[in-house]
């Protein structure tokens, strides 16, 4: 469905709205209450109309984590805005509150005189002690700082449900459900959202159950209508939100996992080769590979989900041996599985593309929340001196480039490429104007091509890369594997000095992608400065407003956001030798932070949370302003 | 693919200098290989062999074919990706015991019960040949290793038995010393369309030798092993008058001579194939007192892996266009 | 070691709040287990449950006794450990379909083989619960997950086809619909020396719901299950008047009625937990025709790891002394 | 047997010999022709003489590689002298060839006017050709600027064996097999050396088979005898090494796999806990689990051999988690297989010592062949912030100490212990004084000892770590696993500050270490100068030895070798800061100095070498001469 954007974003014309330039809203609430789907559908209904978002789904990793308790919280964080924006935001405008344990959680962010919605009706007595109040918040005055609109949620929709004709009584007893429904009409009537986009959802999905479907509808609808006609309190007002100058385009809305699959399924495309994903599912990569099933190959995909994380490693190994693009998703305690495998592709000279959805560690850890921690294993955690070439992704859509560009790395250099997302970054959303495919550059008509002279370990001059050859072409048998070979003939090697001659090689060809990727640019600000805030990975939209809050203070503060963790891009040193200061944001204790101290002899500065949630903006705006201090 | 101008066995092997032990068991296997090969008038181009690591595994370096000398234990997964890739092409693993039941068993497993398209040679020697002369799974009880200085105490892996239990639809055996019937159980399981197990008792003469010889040696070959042909009584003896019943009475096989105690050649169980209790049994046979079972214990045709693999899209083009159609399915909108 | 003064069931729950979706199989299975150990007046403290990583293996938070939540597929070899540090240890593994026999199927291979002391339940709920719902290896095919939106395409592993196959001495079958039976099987399987393997079927109600209802709805338990017991008819139904038969011309199981087609009680086979084959029969039953076995299918008393453990000196004084003993055997000398 | 040594090493009084100092010996034949029994034998004789011995085993992968072909060459090399050394040498004194191939190997090692002694009968046509000589060497004139002695070996040993009475027919044709035998003997008398050992180790061998025995006994004092008798020419003089003054006390020789075997068993006695080793076999990591396996129970170990090294891994912390010490050893392919696991024991935080003896990687790689390698795997190569230790061993004996620390701080600190080793310190051996075992500290009596107010995650302040309260414990039952817990508790914790705080916890428990270790100390050399050379693991003896050279040269040169990798001692910064230059001698493409860098912001330079064989003394030298010069 195709809607025309842009147009005003408000649903009633009579309406007459402060307009406000974004906000920063949080549903909150038991896993059961249909949390994530609210949000979704919210950004979805904002996006649409216009404005900027950025998202931020935060679960519990229990399937149904008991209900009531703060352990058990979901919740789904929004910022919607009227210009460019990059995170989620740091503290809350707005939280709707579906019980007393989602109130617990996240009541600490909400800014003071903030909006806060609450389902009266959850907090009963159970509930309170559930999540460890003393007294009902909502009636103790405890919460006088904020601007509270409580009503009882639960009984409303109850009330609306009743009021459908022909509802059944069982259905009845469902209808509680809807009550997300309920506070979603609400609050797209307050920021002022059209809500067609949902109701047609709505349709859809409960296409098959025309009770649920009637009654979602319907709770939808009154939860709208309740801000249009029931009198709030004057200090809650409803707002406008402007739309976004954002470039011209089709616009549709991705989670990262959604950018990668489909900068993957693009990048084979330009060398006219078949991606094979073999994977295992884990938390969070496995939306990968259920989107990539969903395509199927109808896409020219084809997806195998192994028996483990080995299996799956190998068998991309495999695929890729006999032509396709071989490609395994995964996240931290795969990727740990794969590292044997990883080794293989390495003396293979295969193209593998691995892409690791990060998560919190060590070991199991915590599997719904997000973290930077692996990057060491990425790029040094094999044995054996087995280089390879690693990316990140910076922001959701981001994925589709750097995926796509992975793709082409393998594939020219015939090498394994790790891609760094991260938890938050798969699960986020934003707009995302839809690629022009036809403008994708078409390259090397024949990847599989046999070079003249043919030999297994026969090298191109300028990429190093040796030929890929597969079975199946006549004239050109040969045998490779995972012991040392000679240079050019690919036979096994026990030679000392072909050893060190193709150990050399396998660096050499590594290092050289740095000749081949763009020179790093600042991201925002001059060449040089007082401070280079150094970022990879997720931490892009926190560094990018912390930096241009700094600058607009007139402080000399650029931020840099490196797309190329191994090789380096070539002039990185001399970048950072422009700063006075280097510091480097990242969600773990310190791992891009040392292989710039190592390269470069910099002394840059580890800025490091590990909390399982992304930076706020706020945290590193603090921490530049006391390193300039400083210094 | 098969070719117009049949080769010979020895085009199939390679230029490479042969590595194992003067006398290792693996030779009679390769031969026997290459011979399949050719009869099968396979093309060398089209053909590949897939291997972990292990002295067994060294098989492909010395075939005149596609070749993947992968890490240990990894061959069935890195075999099951070239198929996924392309599955027109002639997939074989070679493997060793360690390989593939120690290291390995979860993949054994796997390309068994998905029934993926390959001849999965497993060259029994009961002992880690390459890492010079551990015990594996399948080593038998108290063999004395640098290991098992003591003998060894665990129960070993019984292959036959963990492949139909892992839901194997062909399961074949071969012994390194019986040529003959170790290239006709070869050449079912190449021709057999699916994942196709075949286990080769096969002589480590350097750090287990003997093991087989109860059962293998030229010498008591006639007396000591049941060779299985579908529709086929099963009888064995130098005098071919020994034969497998199943006793109706204690629910299992029995050992008997025809002619005595009233025993006729119509009392011997025929072979079937298809039936997996009996091929179980077979499995199960305590060779020390039976007949080793050699040749085809039990296949069942069935779909294979590559059989149910969803067609793919190969047009660039109309991929391009389907691409483009994902990405606008769903919620878009038009930013002007 | 059993404690003097016994306790009950709900001692044995820890005060960790269960995380389980309401009326999730896996609730029934701890119950069960609770009561297993109260009956035989386990020491919590010298009990230990080793799980891997899904919701079944969240069991050992949800006990009152020693437990190690450890990583995806590796509860197997971690218990393994336990038992060699402390044989004295009362070891339990909880894991579940995915966990055992998709990336864990190799250790679950060599506990078997080698006996290891361990009361191994395996919760099946054809799904993988935590990861919110992809096919597993037990799924059945054509299920729709969010990895086969157009339906699973490989066959499934049979975990007792598959435990049998791999050689285990003890393999049975429960359901968490039926709390008598499973009760008195993971009893059996507790009290076993050795590895003893229990495949309980649970569903999965968020994923997989009514997977089994086929064989465990209550209203068709009677019909659709046959309870095994160890010398008794493999008689079902709930007019207790149909049989399991062993037709002597196909040499297959077949179903009868007792009293029609001259069928009488004695036709029917009497349940030998001892024999093999027929264990493997009944394993390889097609349920959707048959009814489902449960209680022990199989059950070969053998000596166990535990048992063949070489004797560890713990002295730390004689210790000393051997180790210098062995420091100075073979060639020493002397510098003066 | 202990003989009484430092005597005369000379067998017959009547010998007149010249004194040498030193003598770097090499045998090299096919794999087939007992090179490595011969060489370590020699060794022994020459150690139980009182010489000082360093010895380098190196062979093929292959079990039979190719007879007569220069890939299947087998050999072993040592140095025997009348003082303290550190390596096998650089270049040969004296080559013994068994085969052309073995000649064709070699010879570029040998010594201009160096000994050669090669079997002239192996010298056949075909022989020449599979190591592809044109012409016979031994005839062609090519060898003129050694000094060569080529007796027809093959001849005279079926020789001699004909000559034994009563030997049987097929018997004799297994003769030749006793050729090495005869070459033995020949060598121990040109270097003065005693055969008693030697003519002991046949009896034991042998006893079985009392033909073979006689043949070999026959065949070592014919090659001693032809020595002794037949007039060599006046070039080929026998000459004396002296005794080495070592520290007086009761000696054998141990290869470092024997030694780190040795060191794990006593650090556990120290404790009075049993260690339990899993391993899965691998080269060159096998002969520990050997050793281990052939000690038994009787030395209170347990060995497991596992399905895999996961299953290795795993079990090993299974008997940590049961109060027994786990120990799992491997090589690099396996190290890479045991990565998810080490994950779970840093998370569960139990004992653990992992041992790593590195081959030539990447993946396969060369099995046999020797590397530093896994460096960044050890340190780095896991998913999240997964700190452990790490420790290296620099010699065949000081693997003894290594082991034994690394069961010290693993069950002090709770926490896995990697101990790197590498293939040619697990095969190399030398003398080694058997320690005095009464001498062992004994540690906290009880290792399981319940602390008060027991919480399965309080901690100790000084070291950090948690209570090792183990099942079987009354009173204490407690689950754990690797789901991020509960500062104190050990509950499952989704607590953002919680998880920065465990977070940071393990991270500076492991660097705590640094305060319990020694501070470094230079290995020979001042504390300050131009230029410290740093090494780990078995550069050792080259490095010692080049800086020794180096300093006799008047050069302020220091060798700092570093036994704890991670943490790194306290010191040390401040240490390097001390020299002009820093240059890190690595058998890798430079991992240690990635460290070092980043640590401590030094412009440490790198020198590698990744052939599969150890760096020779002069390599070493030249380049911190180069550094010295440069600048
Ligand atoms: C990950 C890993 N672990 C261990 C090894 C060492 N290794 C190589 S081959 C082998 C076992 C060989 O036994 P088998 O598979 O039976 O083959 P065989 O040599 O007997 O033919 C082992 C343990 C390895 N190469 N890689
Ligand atoms: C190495 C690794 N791979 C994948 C995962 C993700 N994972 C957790 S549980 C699970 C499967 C759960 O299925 P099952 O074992 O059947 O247990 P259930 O939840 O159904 O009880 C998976 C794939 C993981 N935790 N670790
Ligand atoms: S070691 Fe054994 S299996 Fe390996 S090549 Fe030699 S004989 Fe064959
Ligand atoms: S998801 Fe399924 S298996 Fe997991 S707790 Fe819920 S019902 Fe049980
Ligand atoms: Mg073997
Ligand atoms: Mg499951």
């Known amino acids: ?176 459900r809807a009550k997300n429904m309920w506070a979603l009409g609400l609050v797209l009537w307050l920021y002022g959202r059209d809500r067609k986009t949902t109701a047609a959802w709505i349709e859809k999905k409960f296409k098959k159950n025309d009770q649920v479907l009637k009654i979602n509808r319907a709770a939808l609808d009154a939860g709208f209508a309740y801000g249009e006609t029931v009198g709030l309190p004057s200090t809650i007002e409803p707002v406008a939100v402007p739309p976004a100058r954002l470039p011209a385009g089709d616009y549709r809305s991705v989670t990262g996992a959604d950018a990668i699959v489909f900068g993957l399924i693009a990048g084979c495309e330009q060398y006219g080769l078949d991606p094979v994903y073999c994977s295992y599912p884990i938390t969070p990569a496995s939306t990968m590979l259920h989107l990539l099933a969903k395509l199927g ?78 990057l060491y294993q990425a790029v040094m955690g094999r044995n054996g001196d087995t280089p390879l070439a690693v990316l990140s992704v910076s922001s959701p859509s981001d994925g589709f480039e750097v995926a796509r560009e992975a793709v082409e790395l393998a594939v020219d250099y015939m090498t394994p490429v790790v891609v760094l997302t991260d938890g938050y970054l798969a699960n986020a959303s934003e707009p995302w104007r839809i690629p022009d495919l036809s403008a994708l550059e078409r390259r090397s008509a024949d990847a599989h091509a046999v070079p003249e002279n043919f030999a297994p370990y026969m090298r191109d001059p300028e990429t190093l890369k040796r030929p890929w050859v597969v079975p199946g072409t006549q004239g050109t048998i040969h045998r490779i594997g995972g012991l040392e070979r000679q240079d050019g003939s690919g036979e096994v090697s026990y030679d000392p000095a072909n050893h060190q001659k193709m150990t050399d090689i396998r660096r050499d060809k590594i290092l050289g992608i740095a000749r081949a990727i763009p020179a790093q640019a600042p991201t925002l600000g001059e060449t040089t400065g007082d401070v280079a805030v150094v970022g990879w990975g997720s931490t892009y939209g926190a560094i990018t407003d912390a930096v241009a809050d700094l600058r607009a203070e007139g402080l000399k503060v650029s931020h840099i956001h490196l797309r190329h963790i191994w090789p380096m891009p070539a002039n990185l040193g001399d970048l950072l030798k422009g700063f006075e200061h280097v510091i480097v944001p990242e969600m773990n204790t310190g791992q891009l932070v040392t292989l710039i101290r190592a390269e470069y002899l910099i002394d840059a500065k580890p800025l490091n949370k590990v909390s399982g949630r992304p930076f706020a903006v706020d945290e590193i705006a603090v921490a530049v302003r006391s390193l300039i201090k400083e210094g | ?235 064995f003896g130098r005098e071919r008058n020994r034969g497998i019943r199943f006793n109706t009475g204690t629910l299992a096989l029995d050992m008997v001579t025809i002619g005595e105690n009233g025993v006729t050649e119509a009392d011997i169980l025929v072979h079937d194939e298809n039936n997996r209790a009996i091929a179980t049994m077979l499995a199960d046979l305590d060779t020390t007192v039976f007949p080793l079972p050699v040749g085809v214990l039990y296949a069942h045709p069935e779909a294979s892996f590559a059989d149910k693999l969803e067609p793919v899209e190969h047009d660039a083009p109309t991929l391009l266009q389907r691409l483009d159609k994902a990405l606008r399915s769903g919620n878009t909108w038009h930013v002007a």
Chains 1, 4 share one sequence.
């Open chain 1, 1 to 176: 469905m195709t809607v025309q954007g842009n147009a005003t974003a408000s649903s009633t014309a009579t309406d007459v709205r402060r307009t406000v330039e974004s906000a920063v809203i949080r549903f909150a609430g038991d896993s059961g209450d249909g949390i994530q789907v609210t949000g979704s559908q919210f950004g979805l209904e904002a996006a649409i109309g216009g404005a900027d978002i950025a998202t931020f789904p935060d679960y519990p990793s229990e399937i149904r984590a008991p209900q009531g308790s703060v352990a058990g919280v979901s919740s789904f964080q929004l910022q919607l805005a009227g210009h460019d924006i990059h995170t989620p935001g740091d503290s809350l405008d707005a939280l709707v509150a579906f019980n007393p344990a989602a109130l617990k959680a996240a009541l600490k962010d909400l800014k003071k005189d903030g909006l806060l919605i609450a389902d009266a009706g959850a907090f009963t007595t159970r509930n309170l002690q559930k999540a460890g109040f003393a007294a009902n918040p909502l009636e103790d005055g405890s919460l006088e700082a904020y601007r509270v609109l409580a009503p009882d949620i639960s009984k409303l929709t109850m009330n609306t449900v009743e009021a459908i004709p022909d509802i059944d009584s069982t259905s009845k007893k469902e209808a509680l």
């Open chain 1, 297 to 374: 190959g109808d896409q020219g995909v084809r997806i195998f989900q192994a028996e483990d994380e080995i299996a799956a490693a190998c068998a991309a190994i495999g695929a890729s041996y006999a032509g396709a693009v071989g490609i395994t998703g995964t996240s931290g305690p795969g990727m740990a599985l794969k590292t044997e495998a990883l080794g293989l592709a390495v003396a293979a000279e295969l193209p593998l593309v691995v892409i690791n959805v990060q998560r919190g560690g060590p070991s199991t850890g915590l599997p719904t929340k997000t973290e930077q921690s692996d």
């Open chain 2, 1 to 235: 693919m098969t070719l117009q101008t049949p080769l010979k066995p020895k085009d199939y092997a390679s230029d490479q200098e042969v590595r194992w032990c003067p006398g290792c068991g693996n030779y009679s296997v390769i031969k026997a290989v290459q011979k399949v090969l050719a009869d099968a008038g396979s093309d060398p181009a089209e053909t590949v062999f897939v291997s972990g690591i292990g002295c067994s595994s060294r098989f492909p370096y010395y075939m005149e074919t596609y070749g993947f000398h992968t890490i240990h234990g990894r061959a069935a997964a890195v075999a099951t990706g070239v198929k996924l890739a392309n599955p027109k092409l002639d997939v074989w693993v070679v493997s060793g015991d360690g390989d593939s039941l120690a290291i390995g068993g979860n993949h054994l497993l796997h390309v068994l019960r998905r029934n993926v398209d390959m001849t999965y040679l497993l060259l029994n020697n009961e002992i880690y040949g390459l890492t010079k002369g551990q015990a594996s799974p399948t080593s038998k009880v108290g063999l004395k290793t640098p290991t098992s200085p003591r003998g060894t105490l665990d129960e070993p892996v019984h292959p036959l038995r963990f492949a139909i239990g892992a839901g194997a639809r062909f399961v074949a055996r071969g012994v390194d010393t019986t040529q003959g019937m170790l290239l006709e159980t070869i050449k079912r399981a190449h021709a057999y369309h699916g994942a196709a197990f075949v286990e080769v008792l096969q002589n480590c003469l350097v750090f287990n030798d003997g093991s087989f010889d109860d059962v293998a040696e030229k010498s008591v070959i006639a007396d000591r092993q049941l060779q299985l042909v579908h529709g086929q009584p099963m009888i």
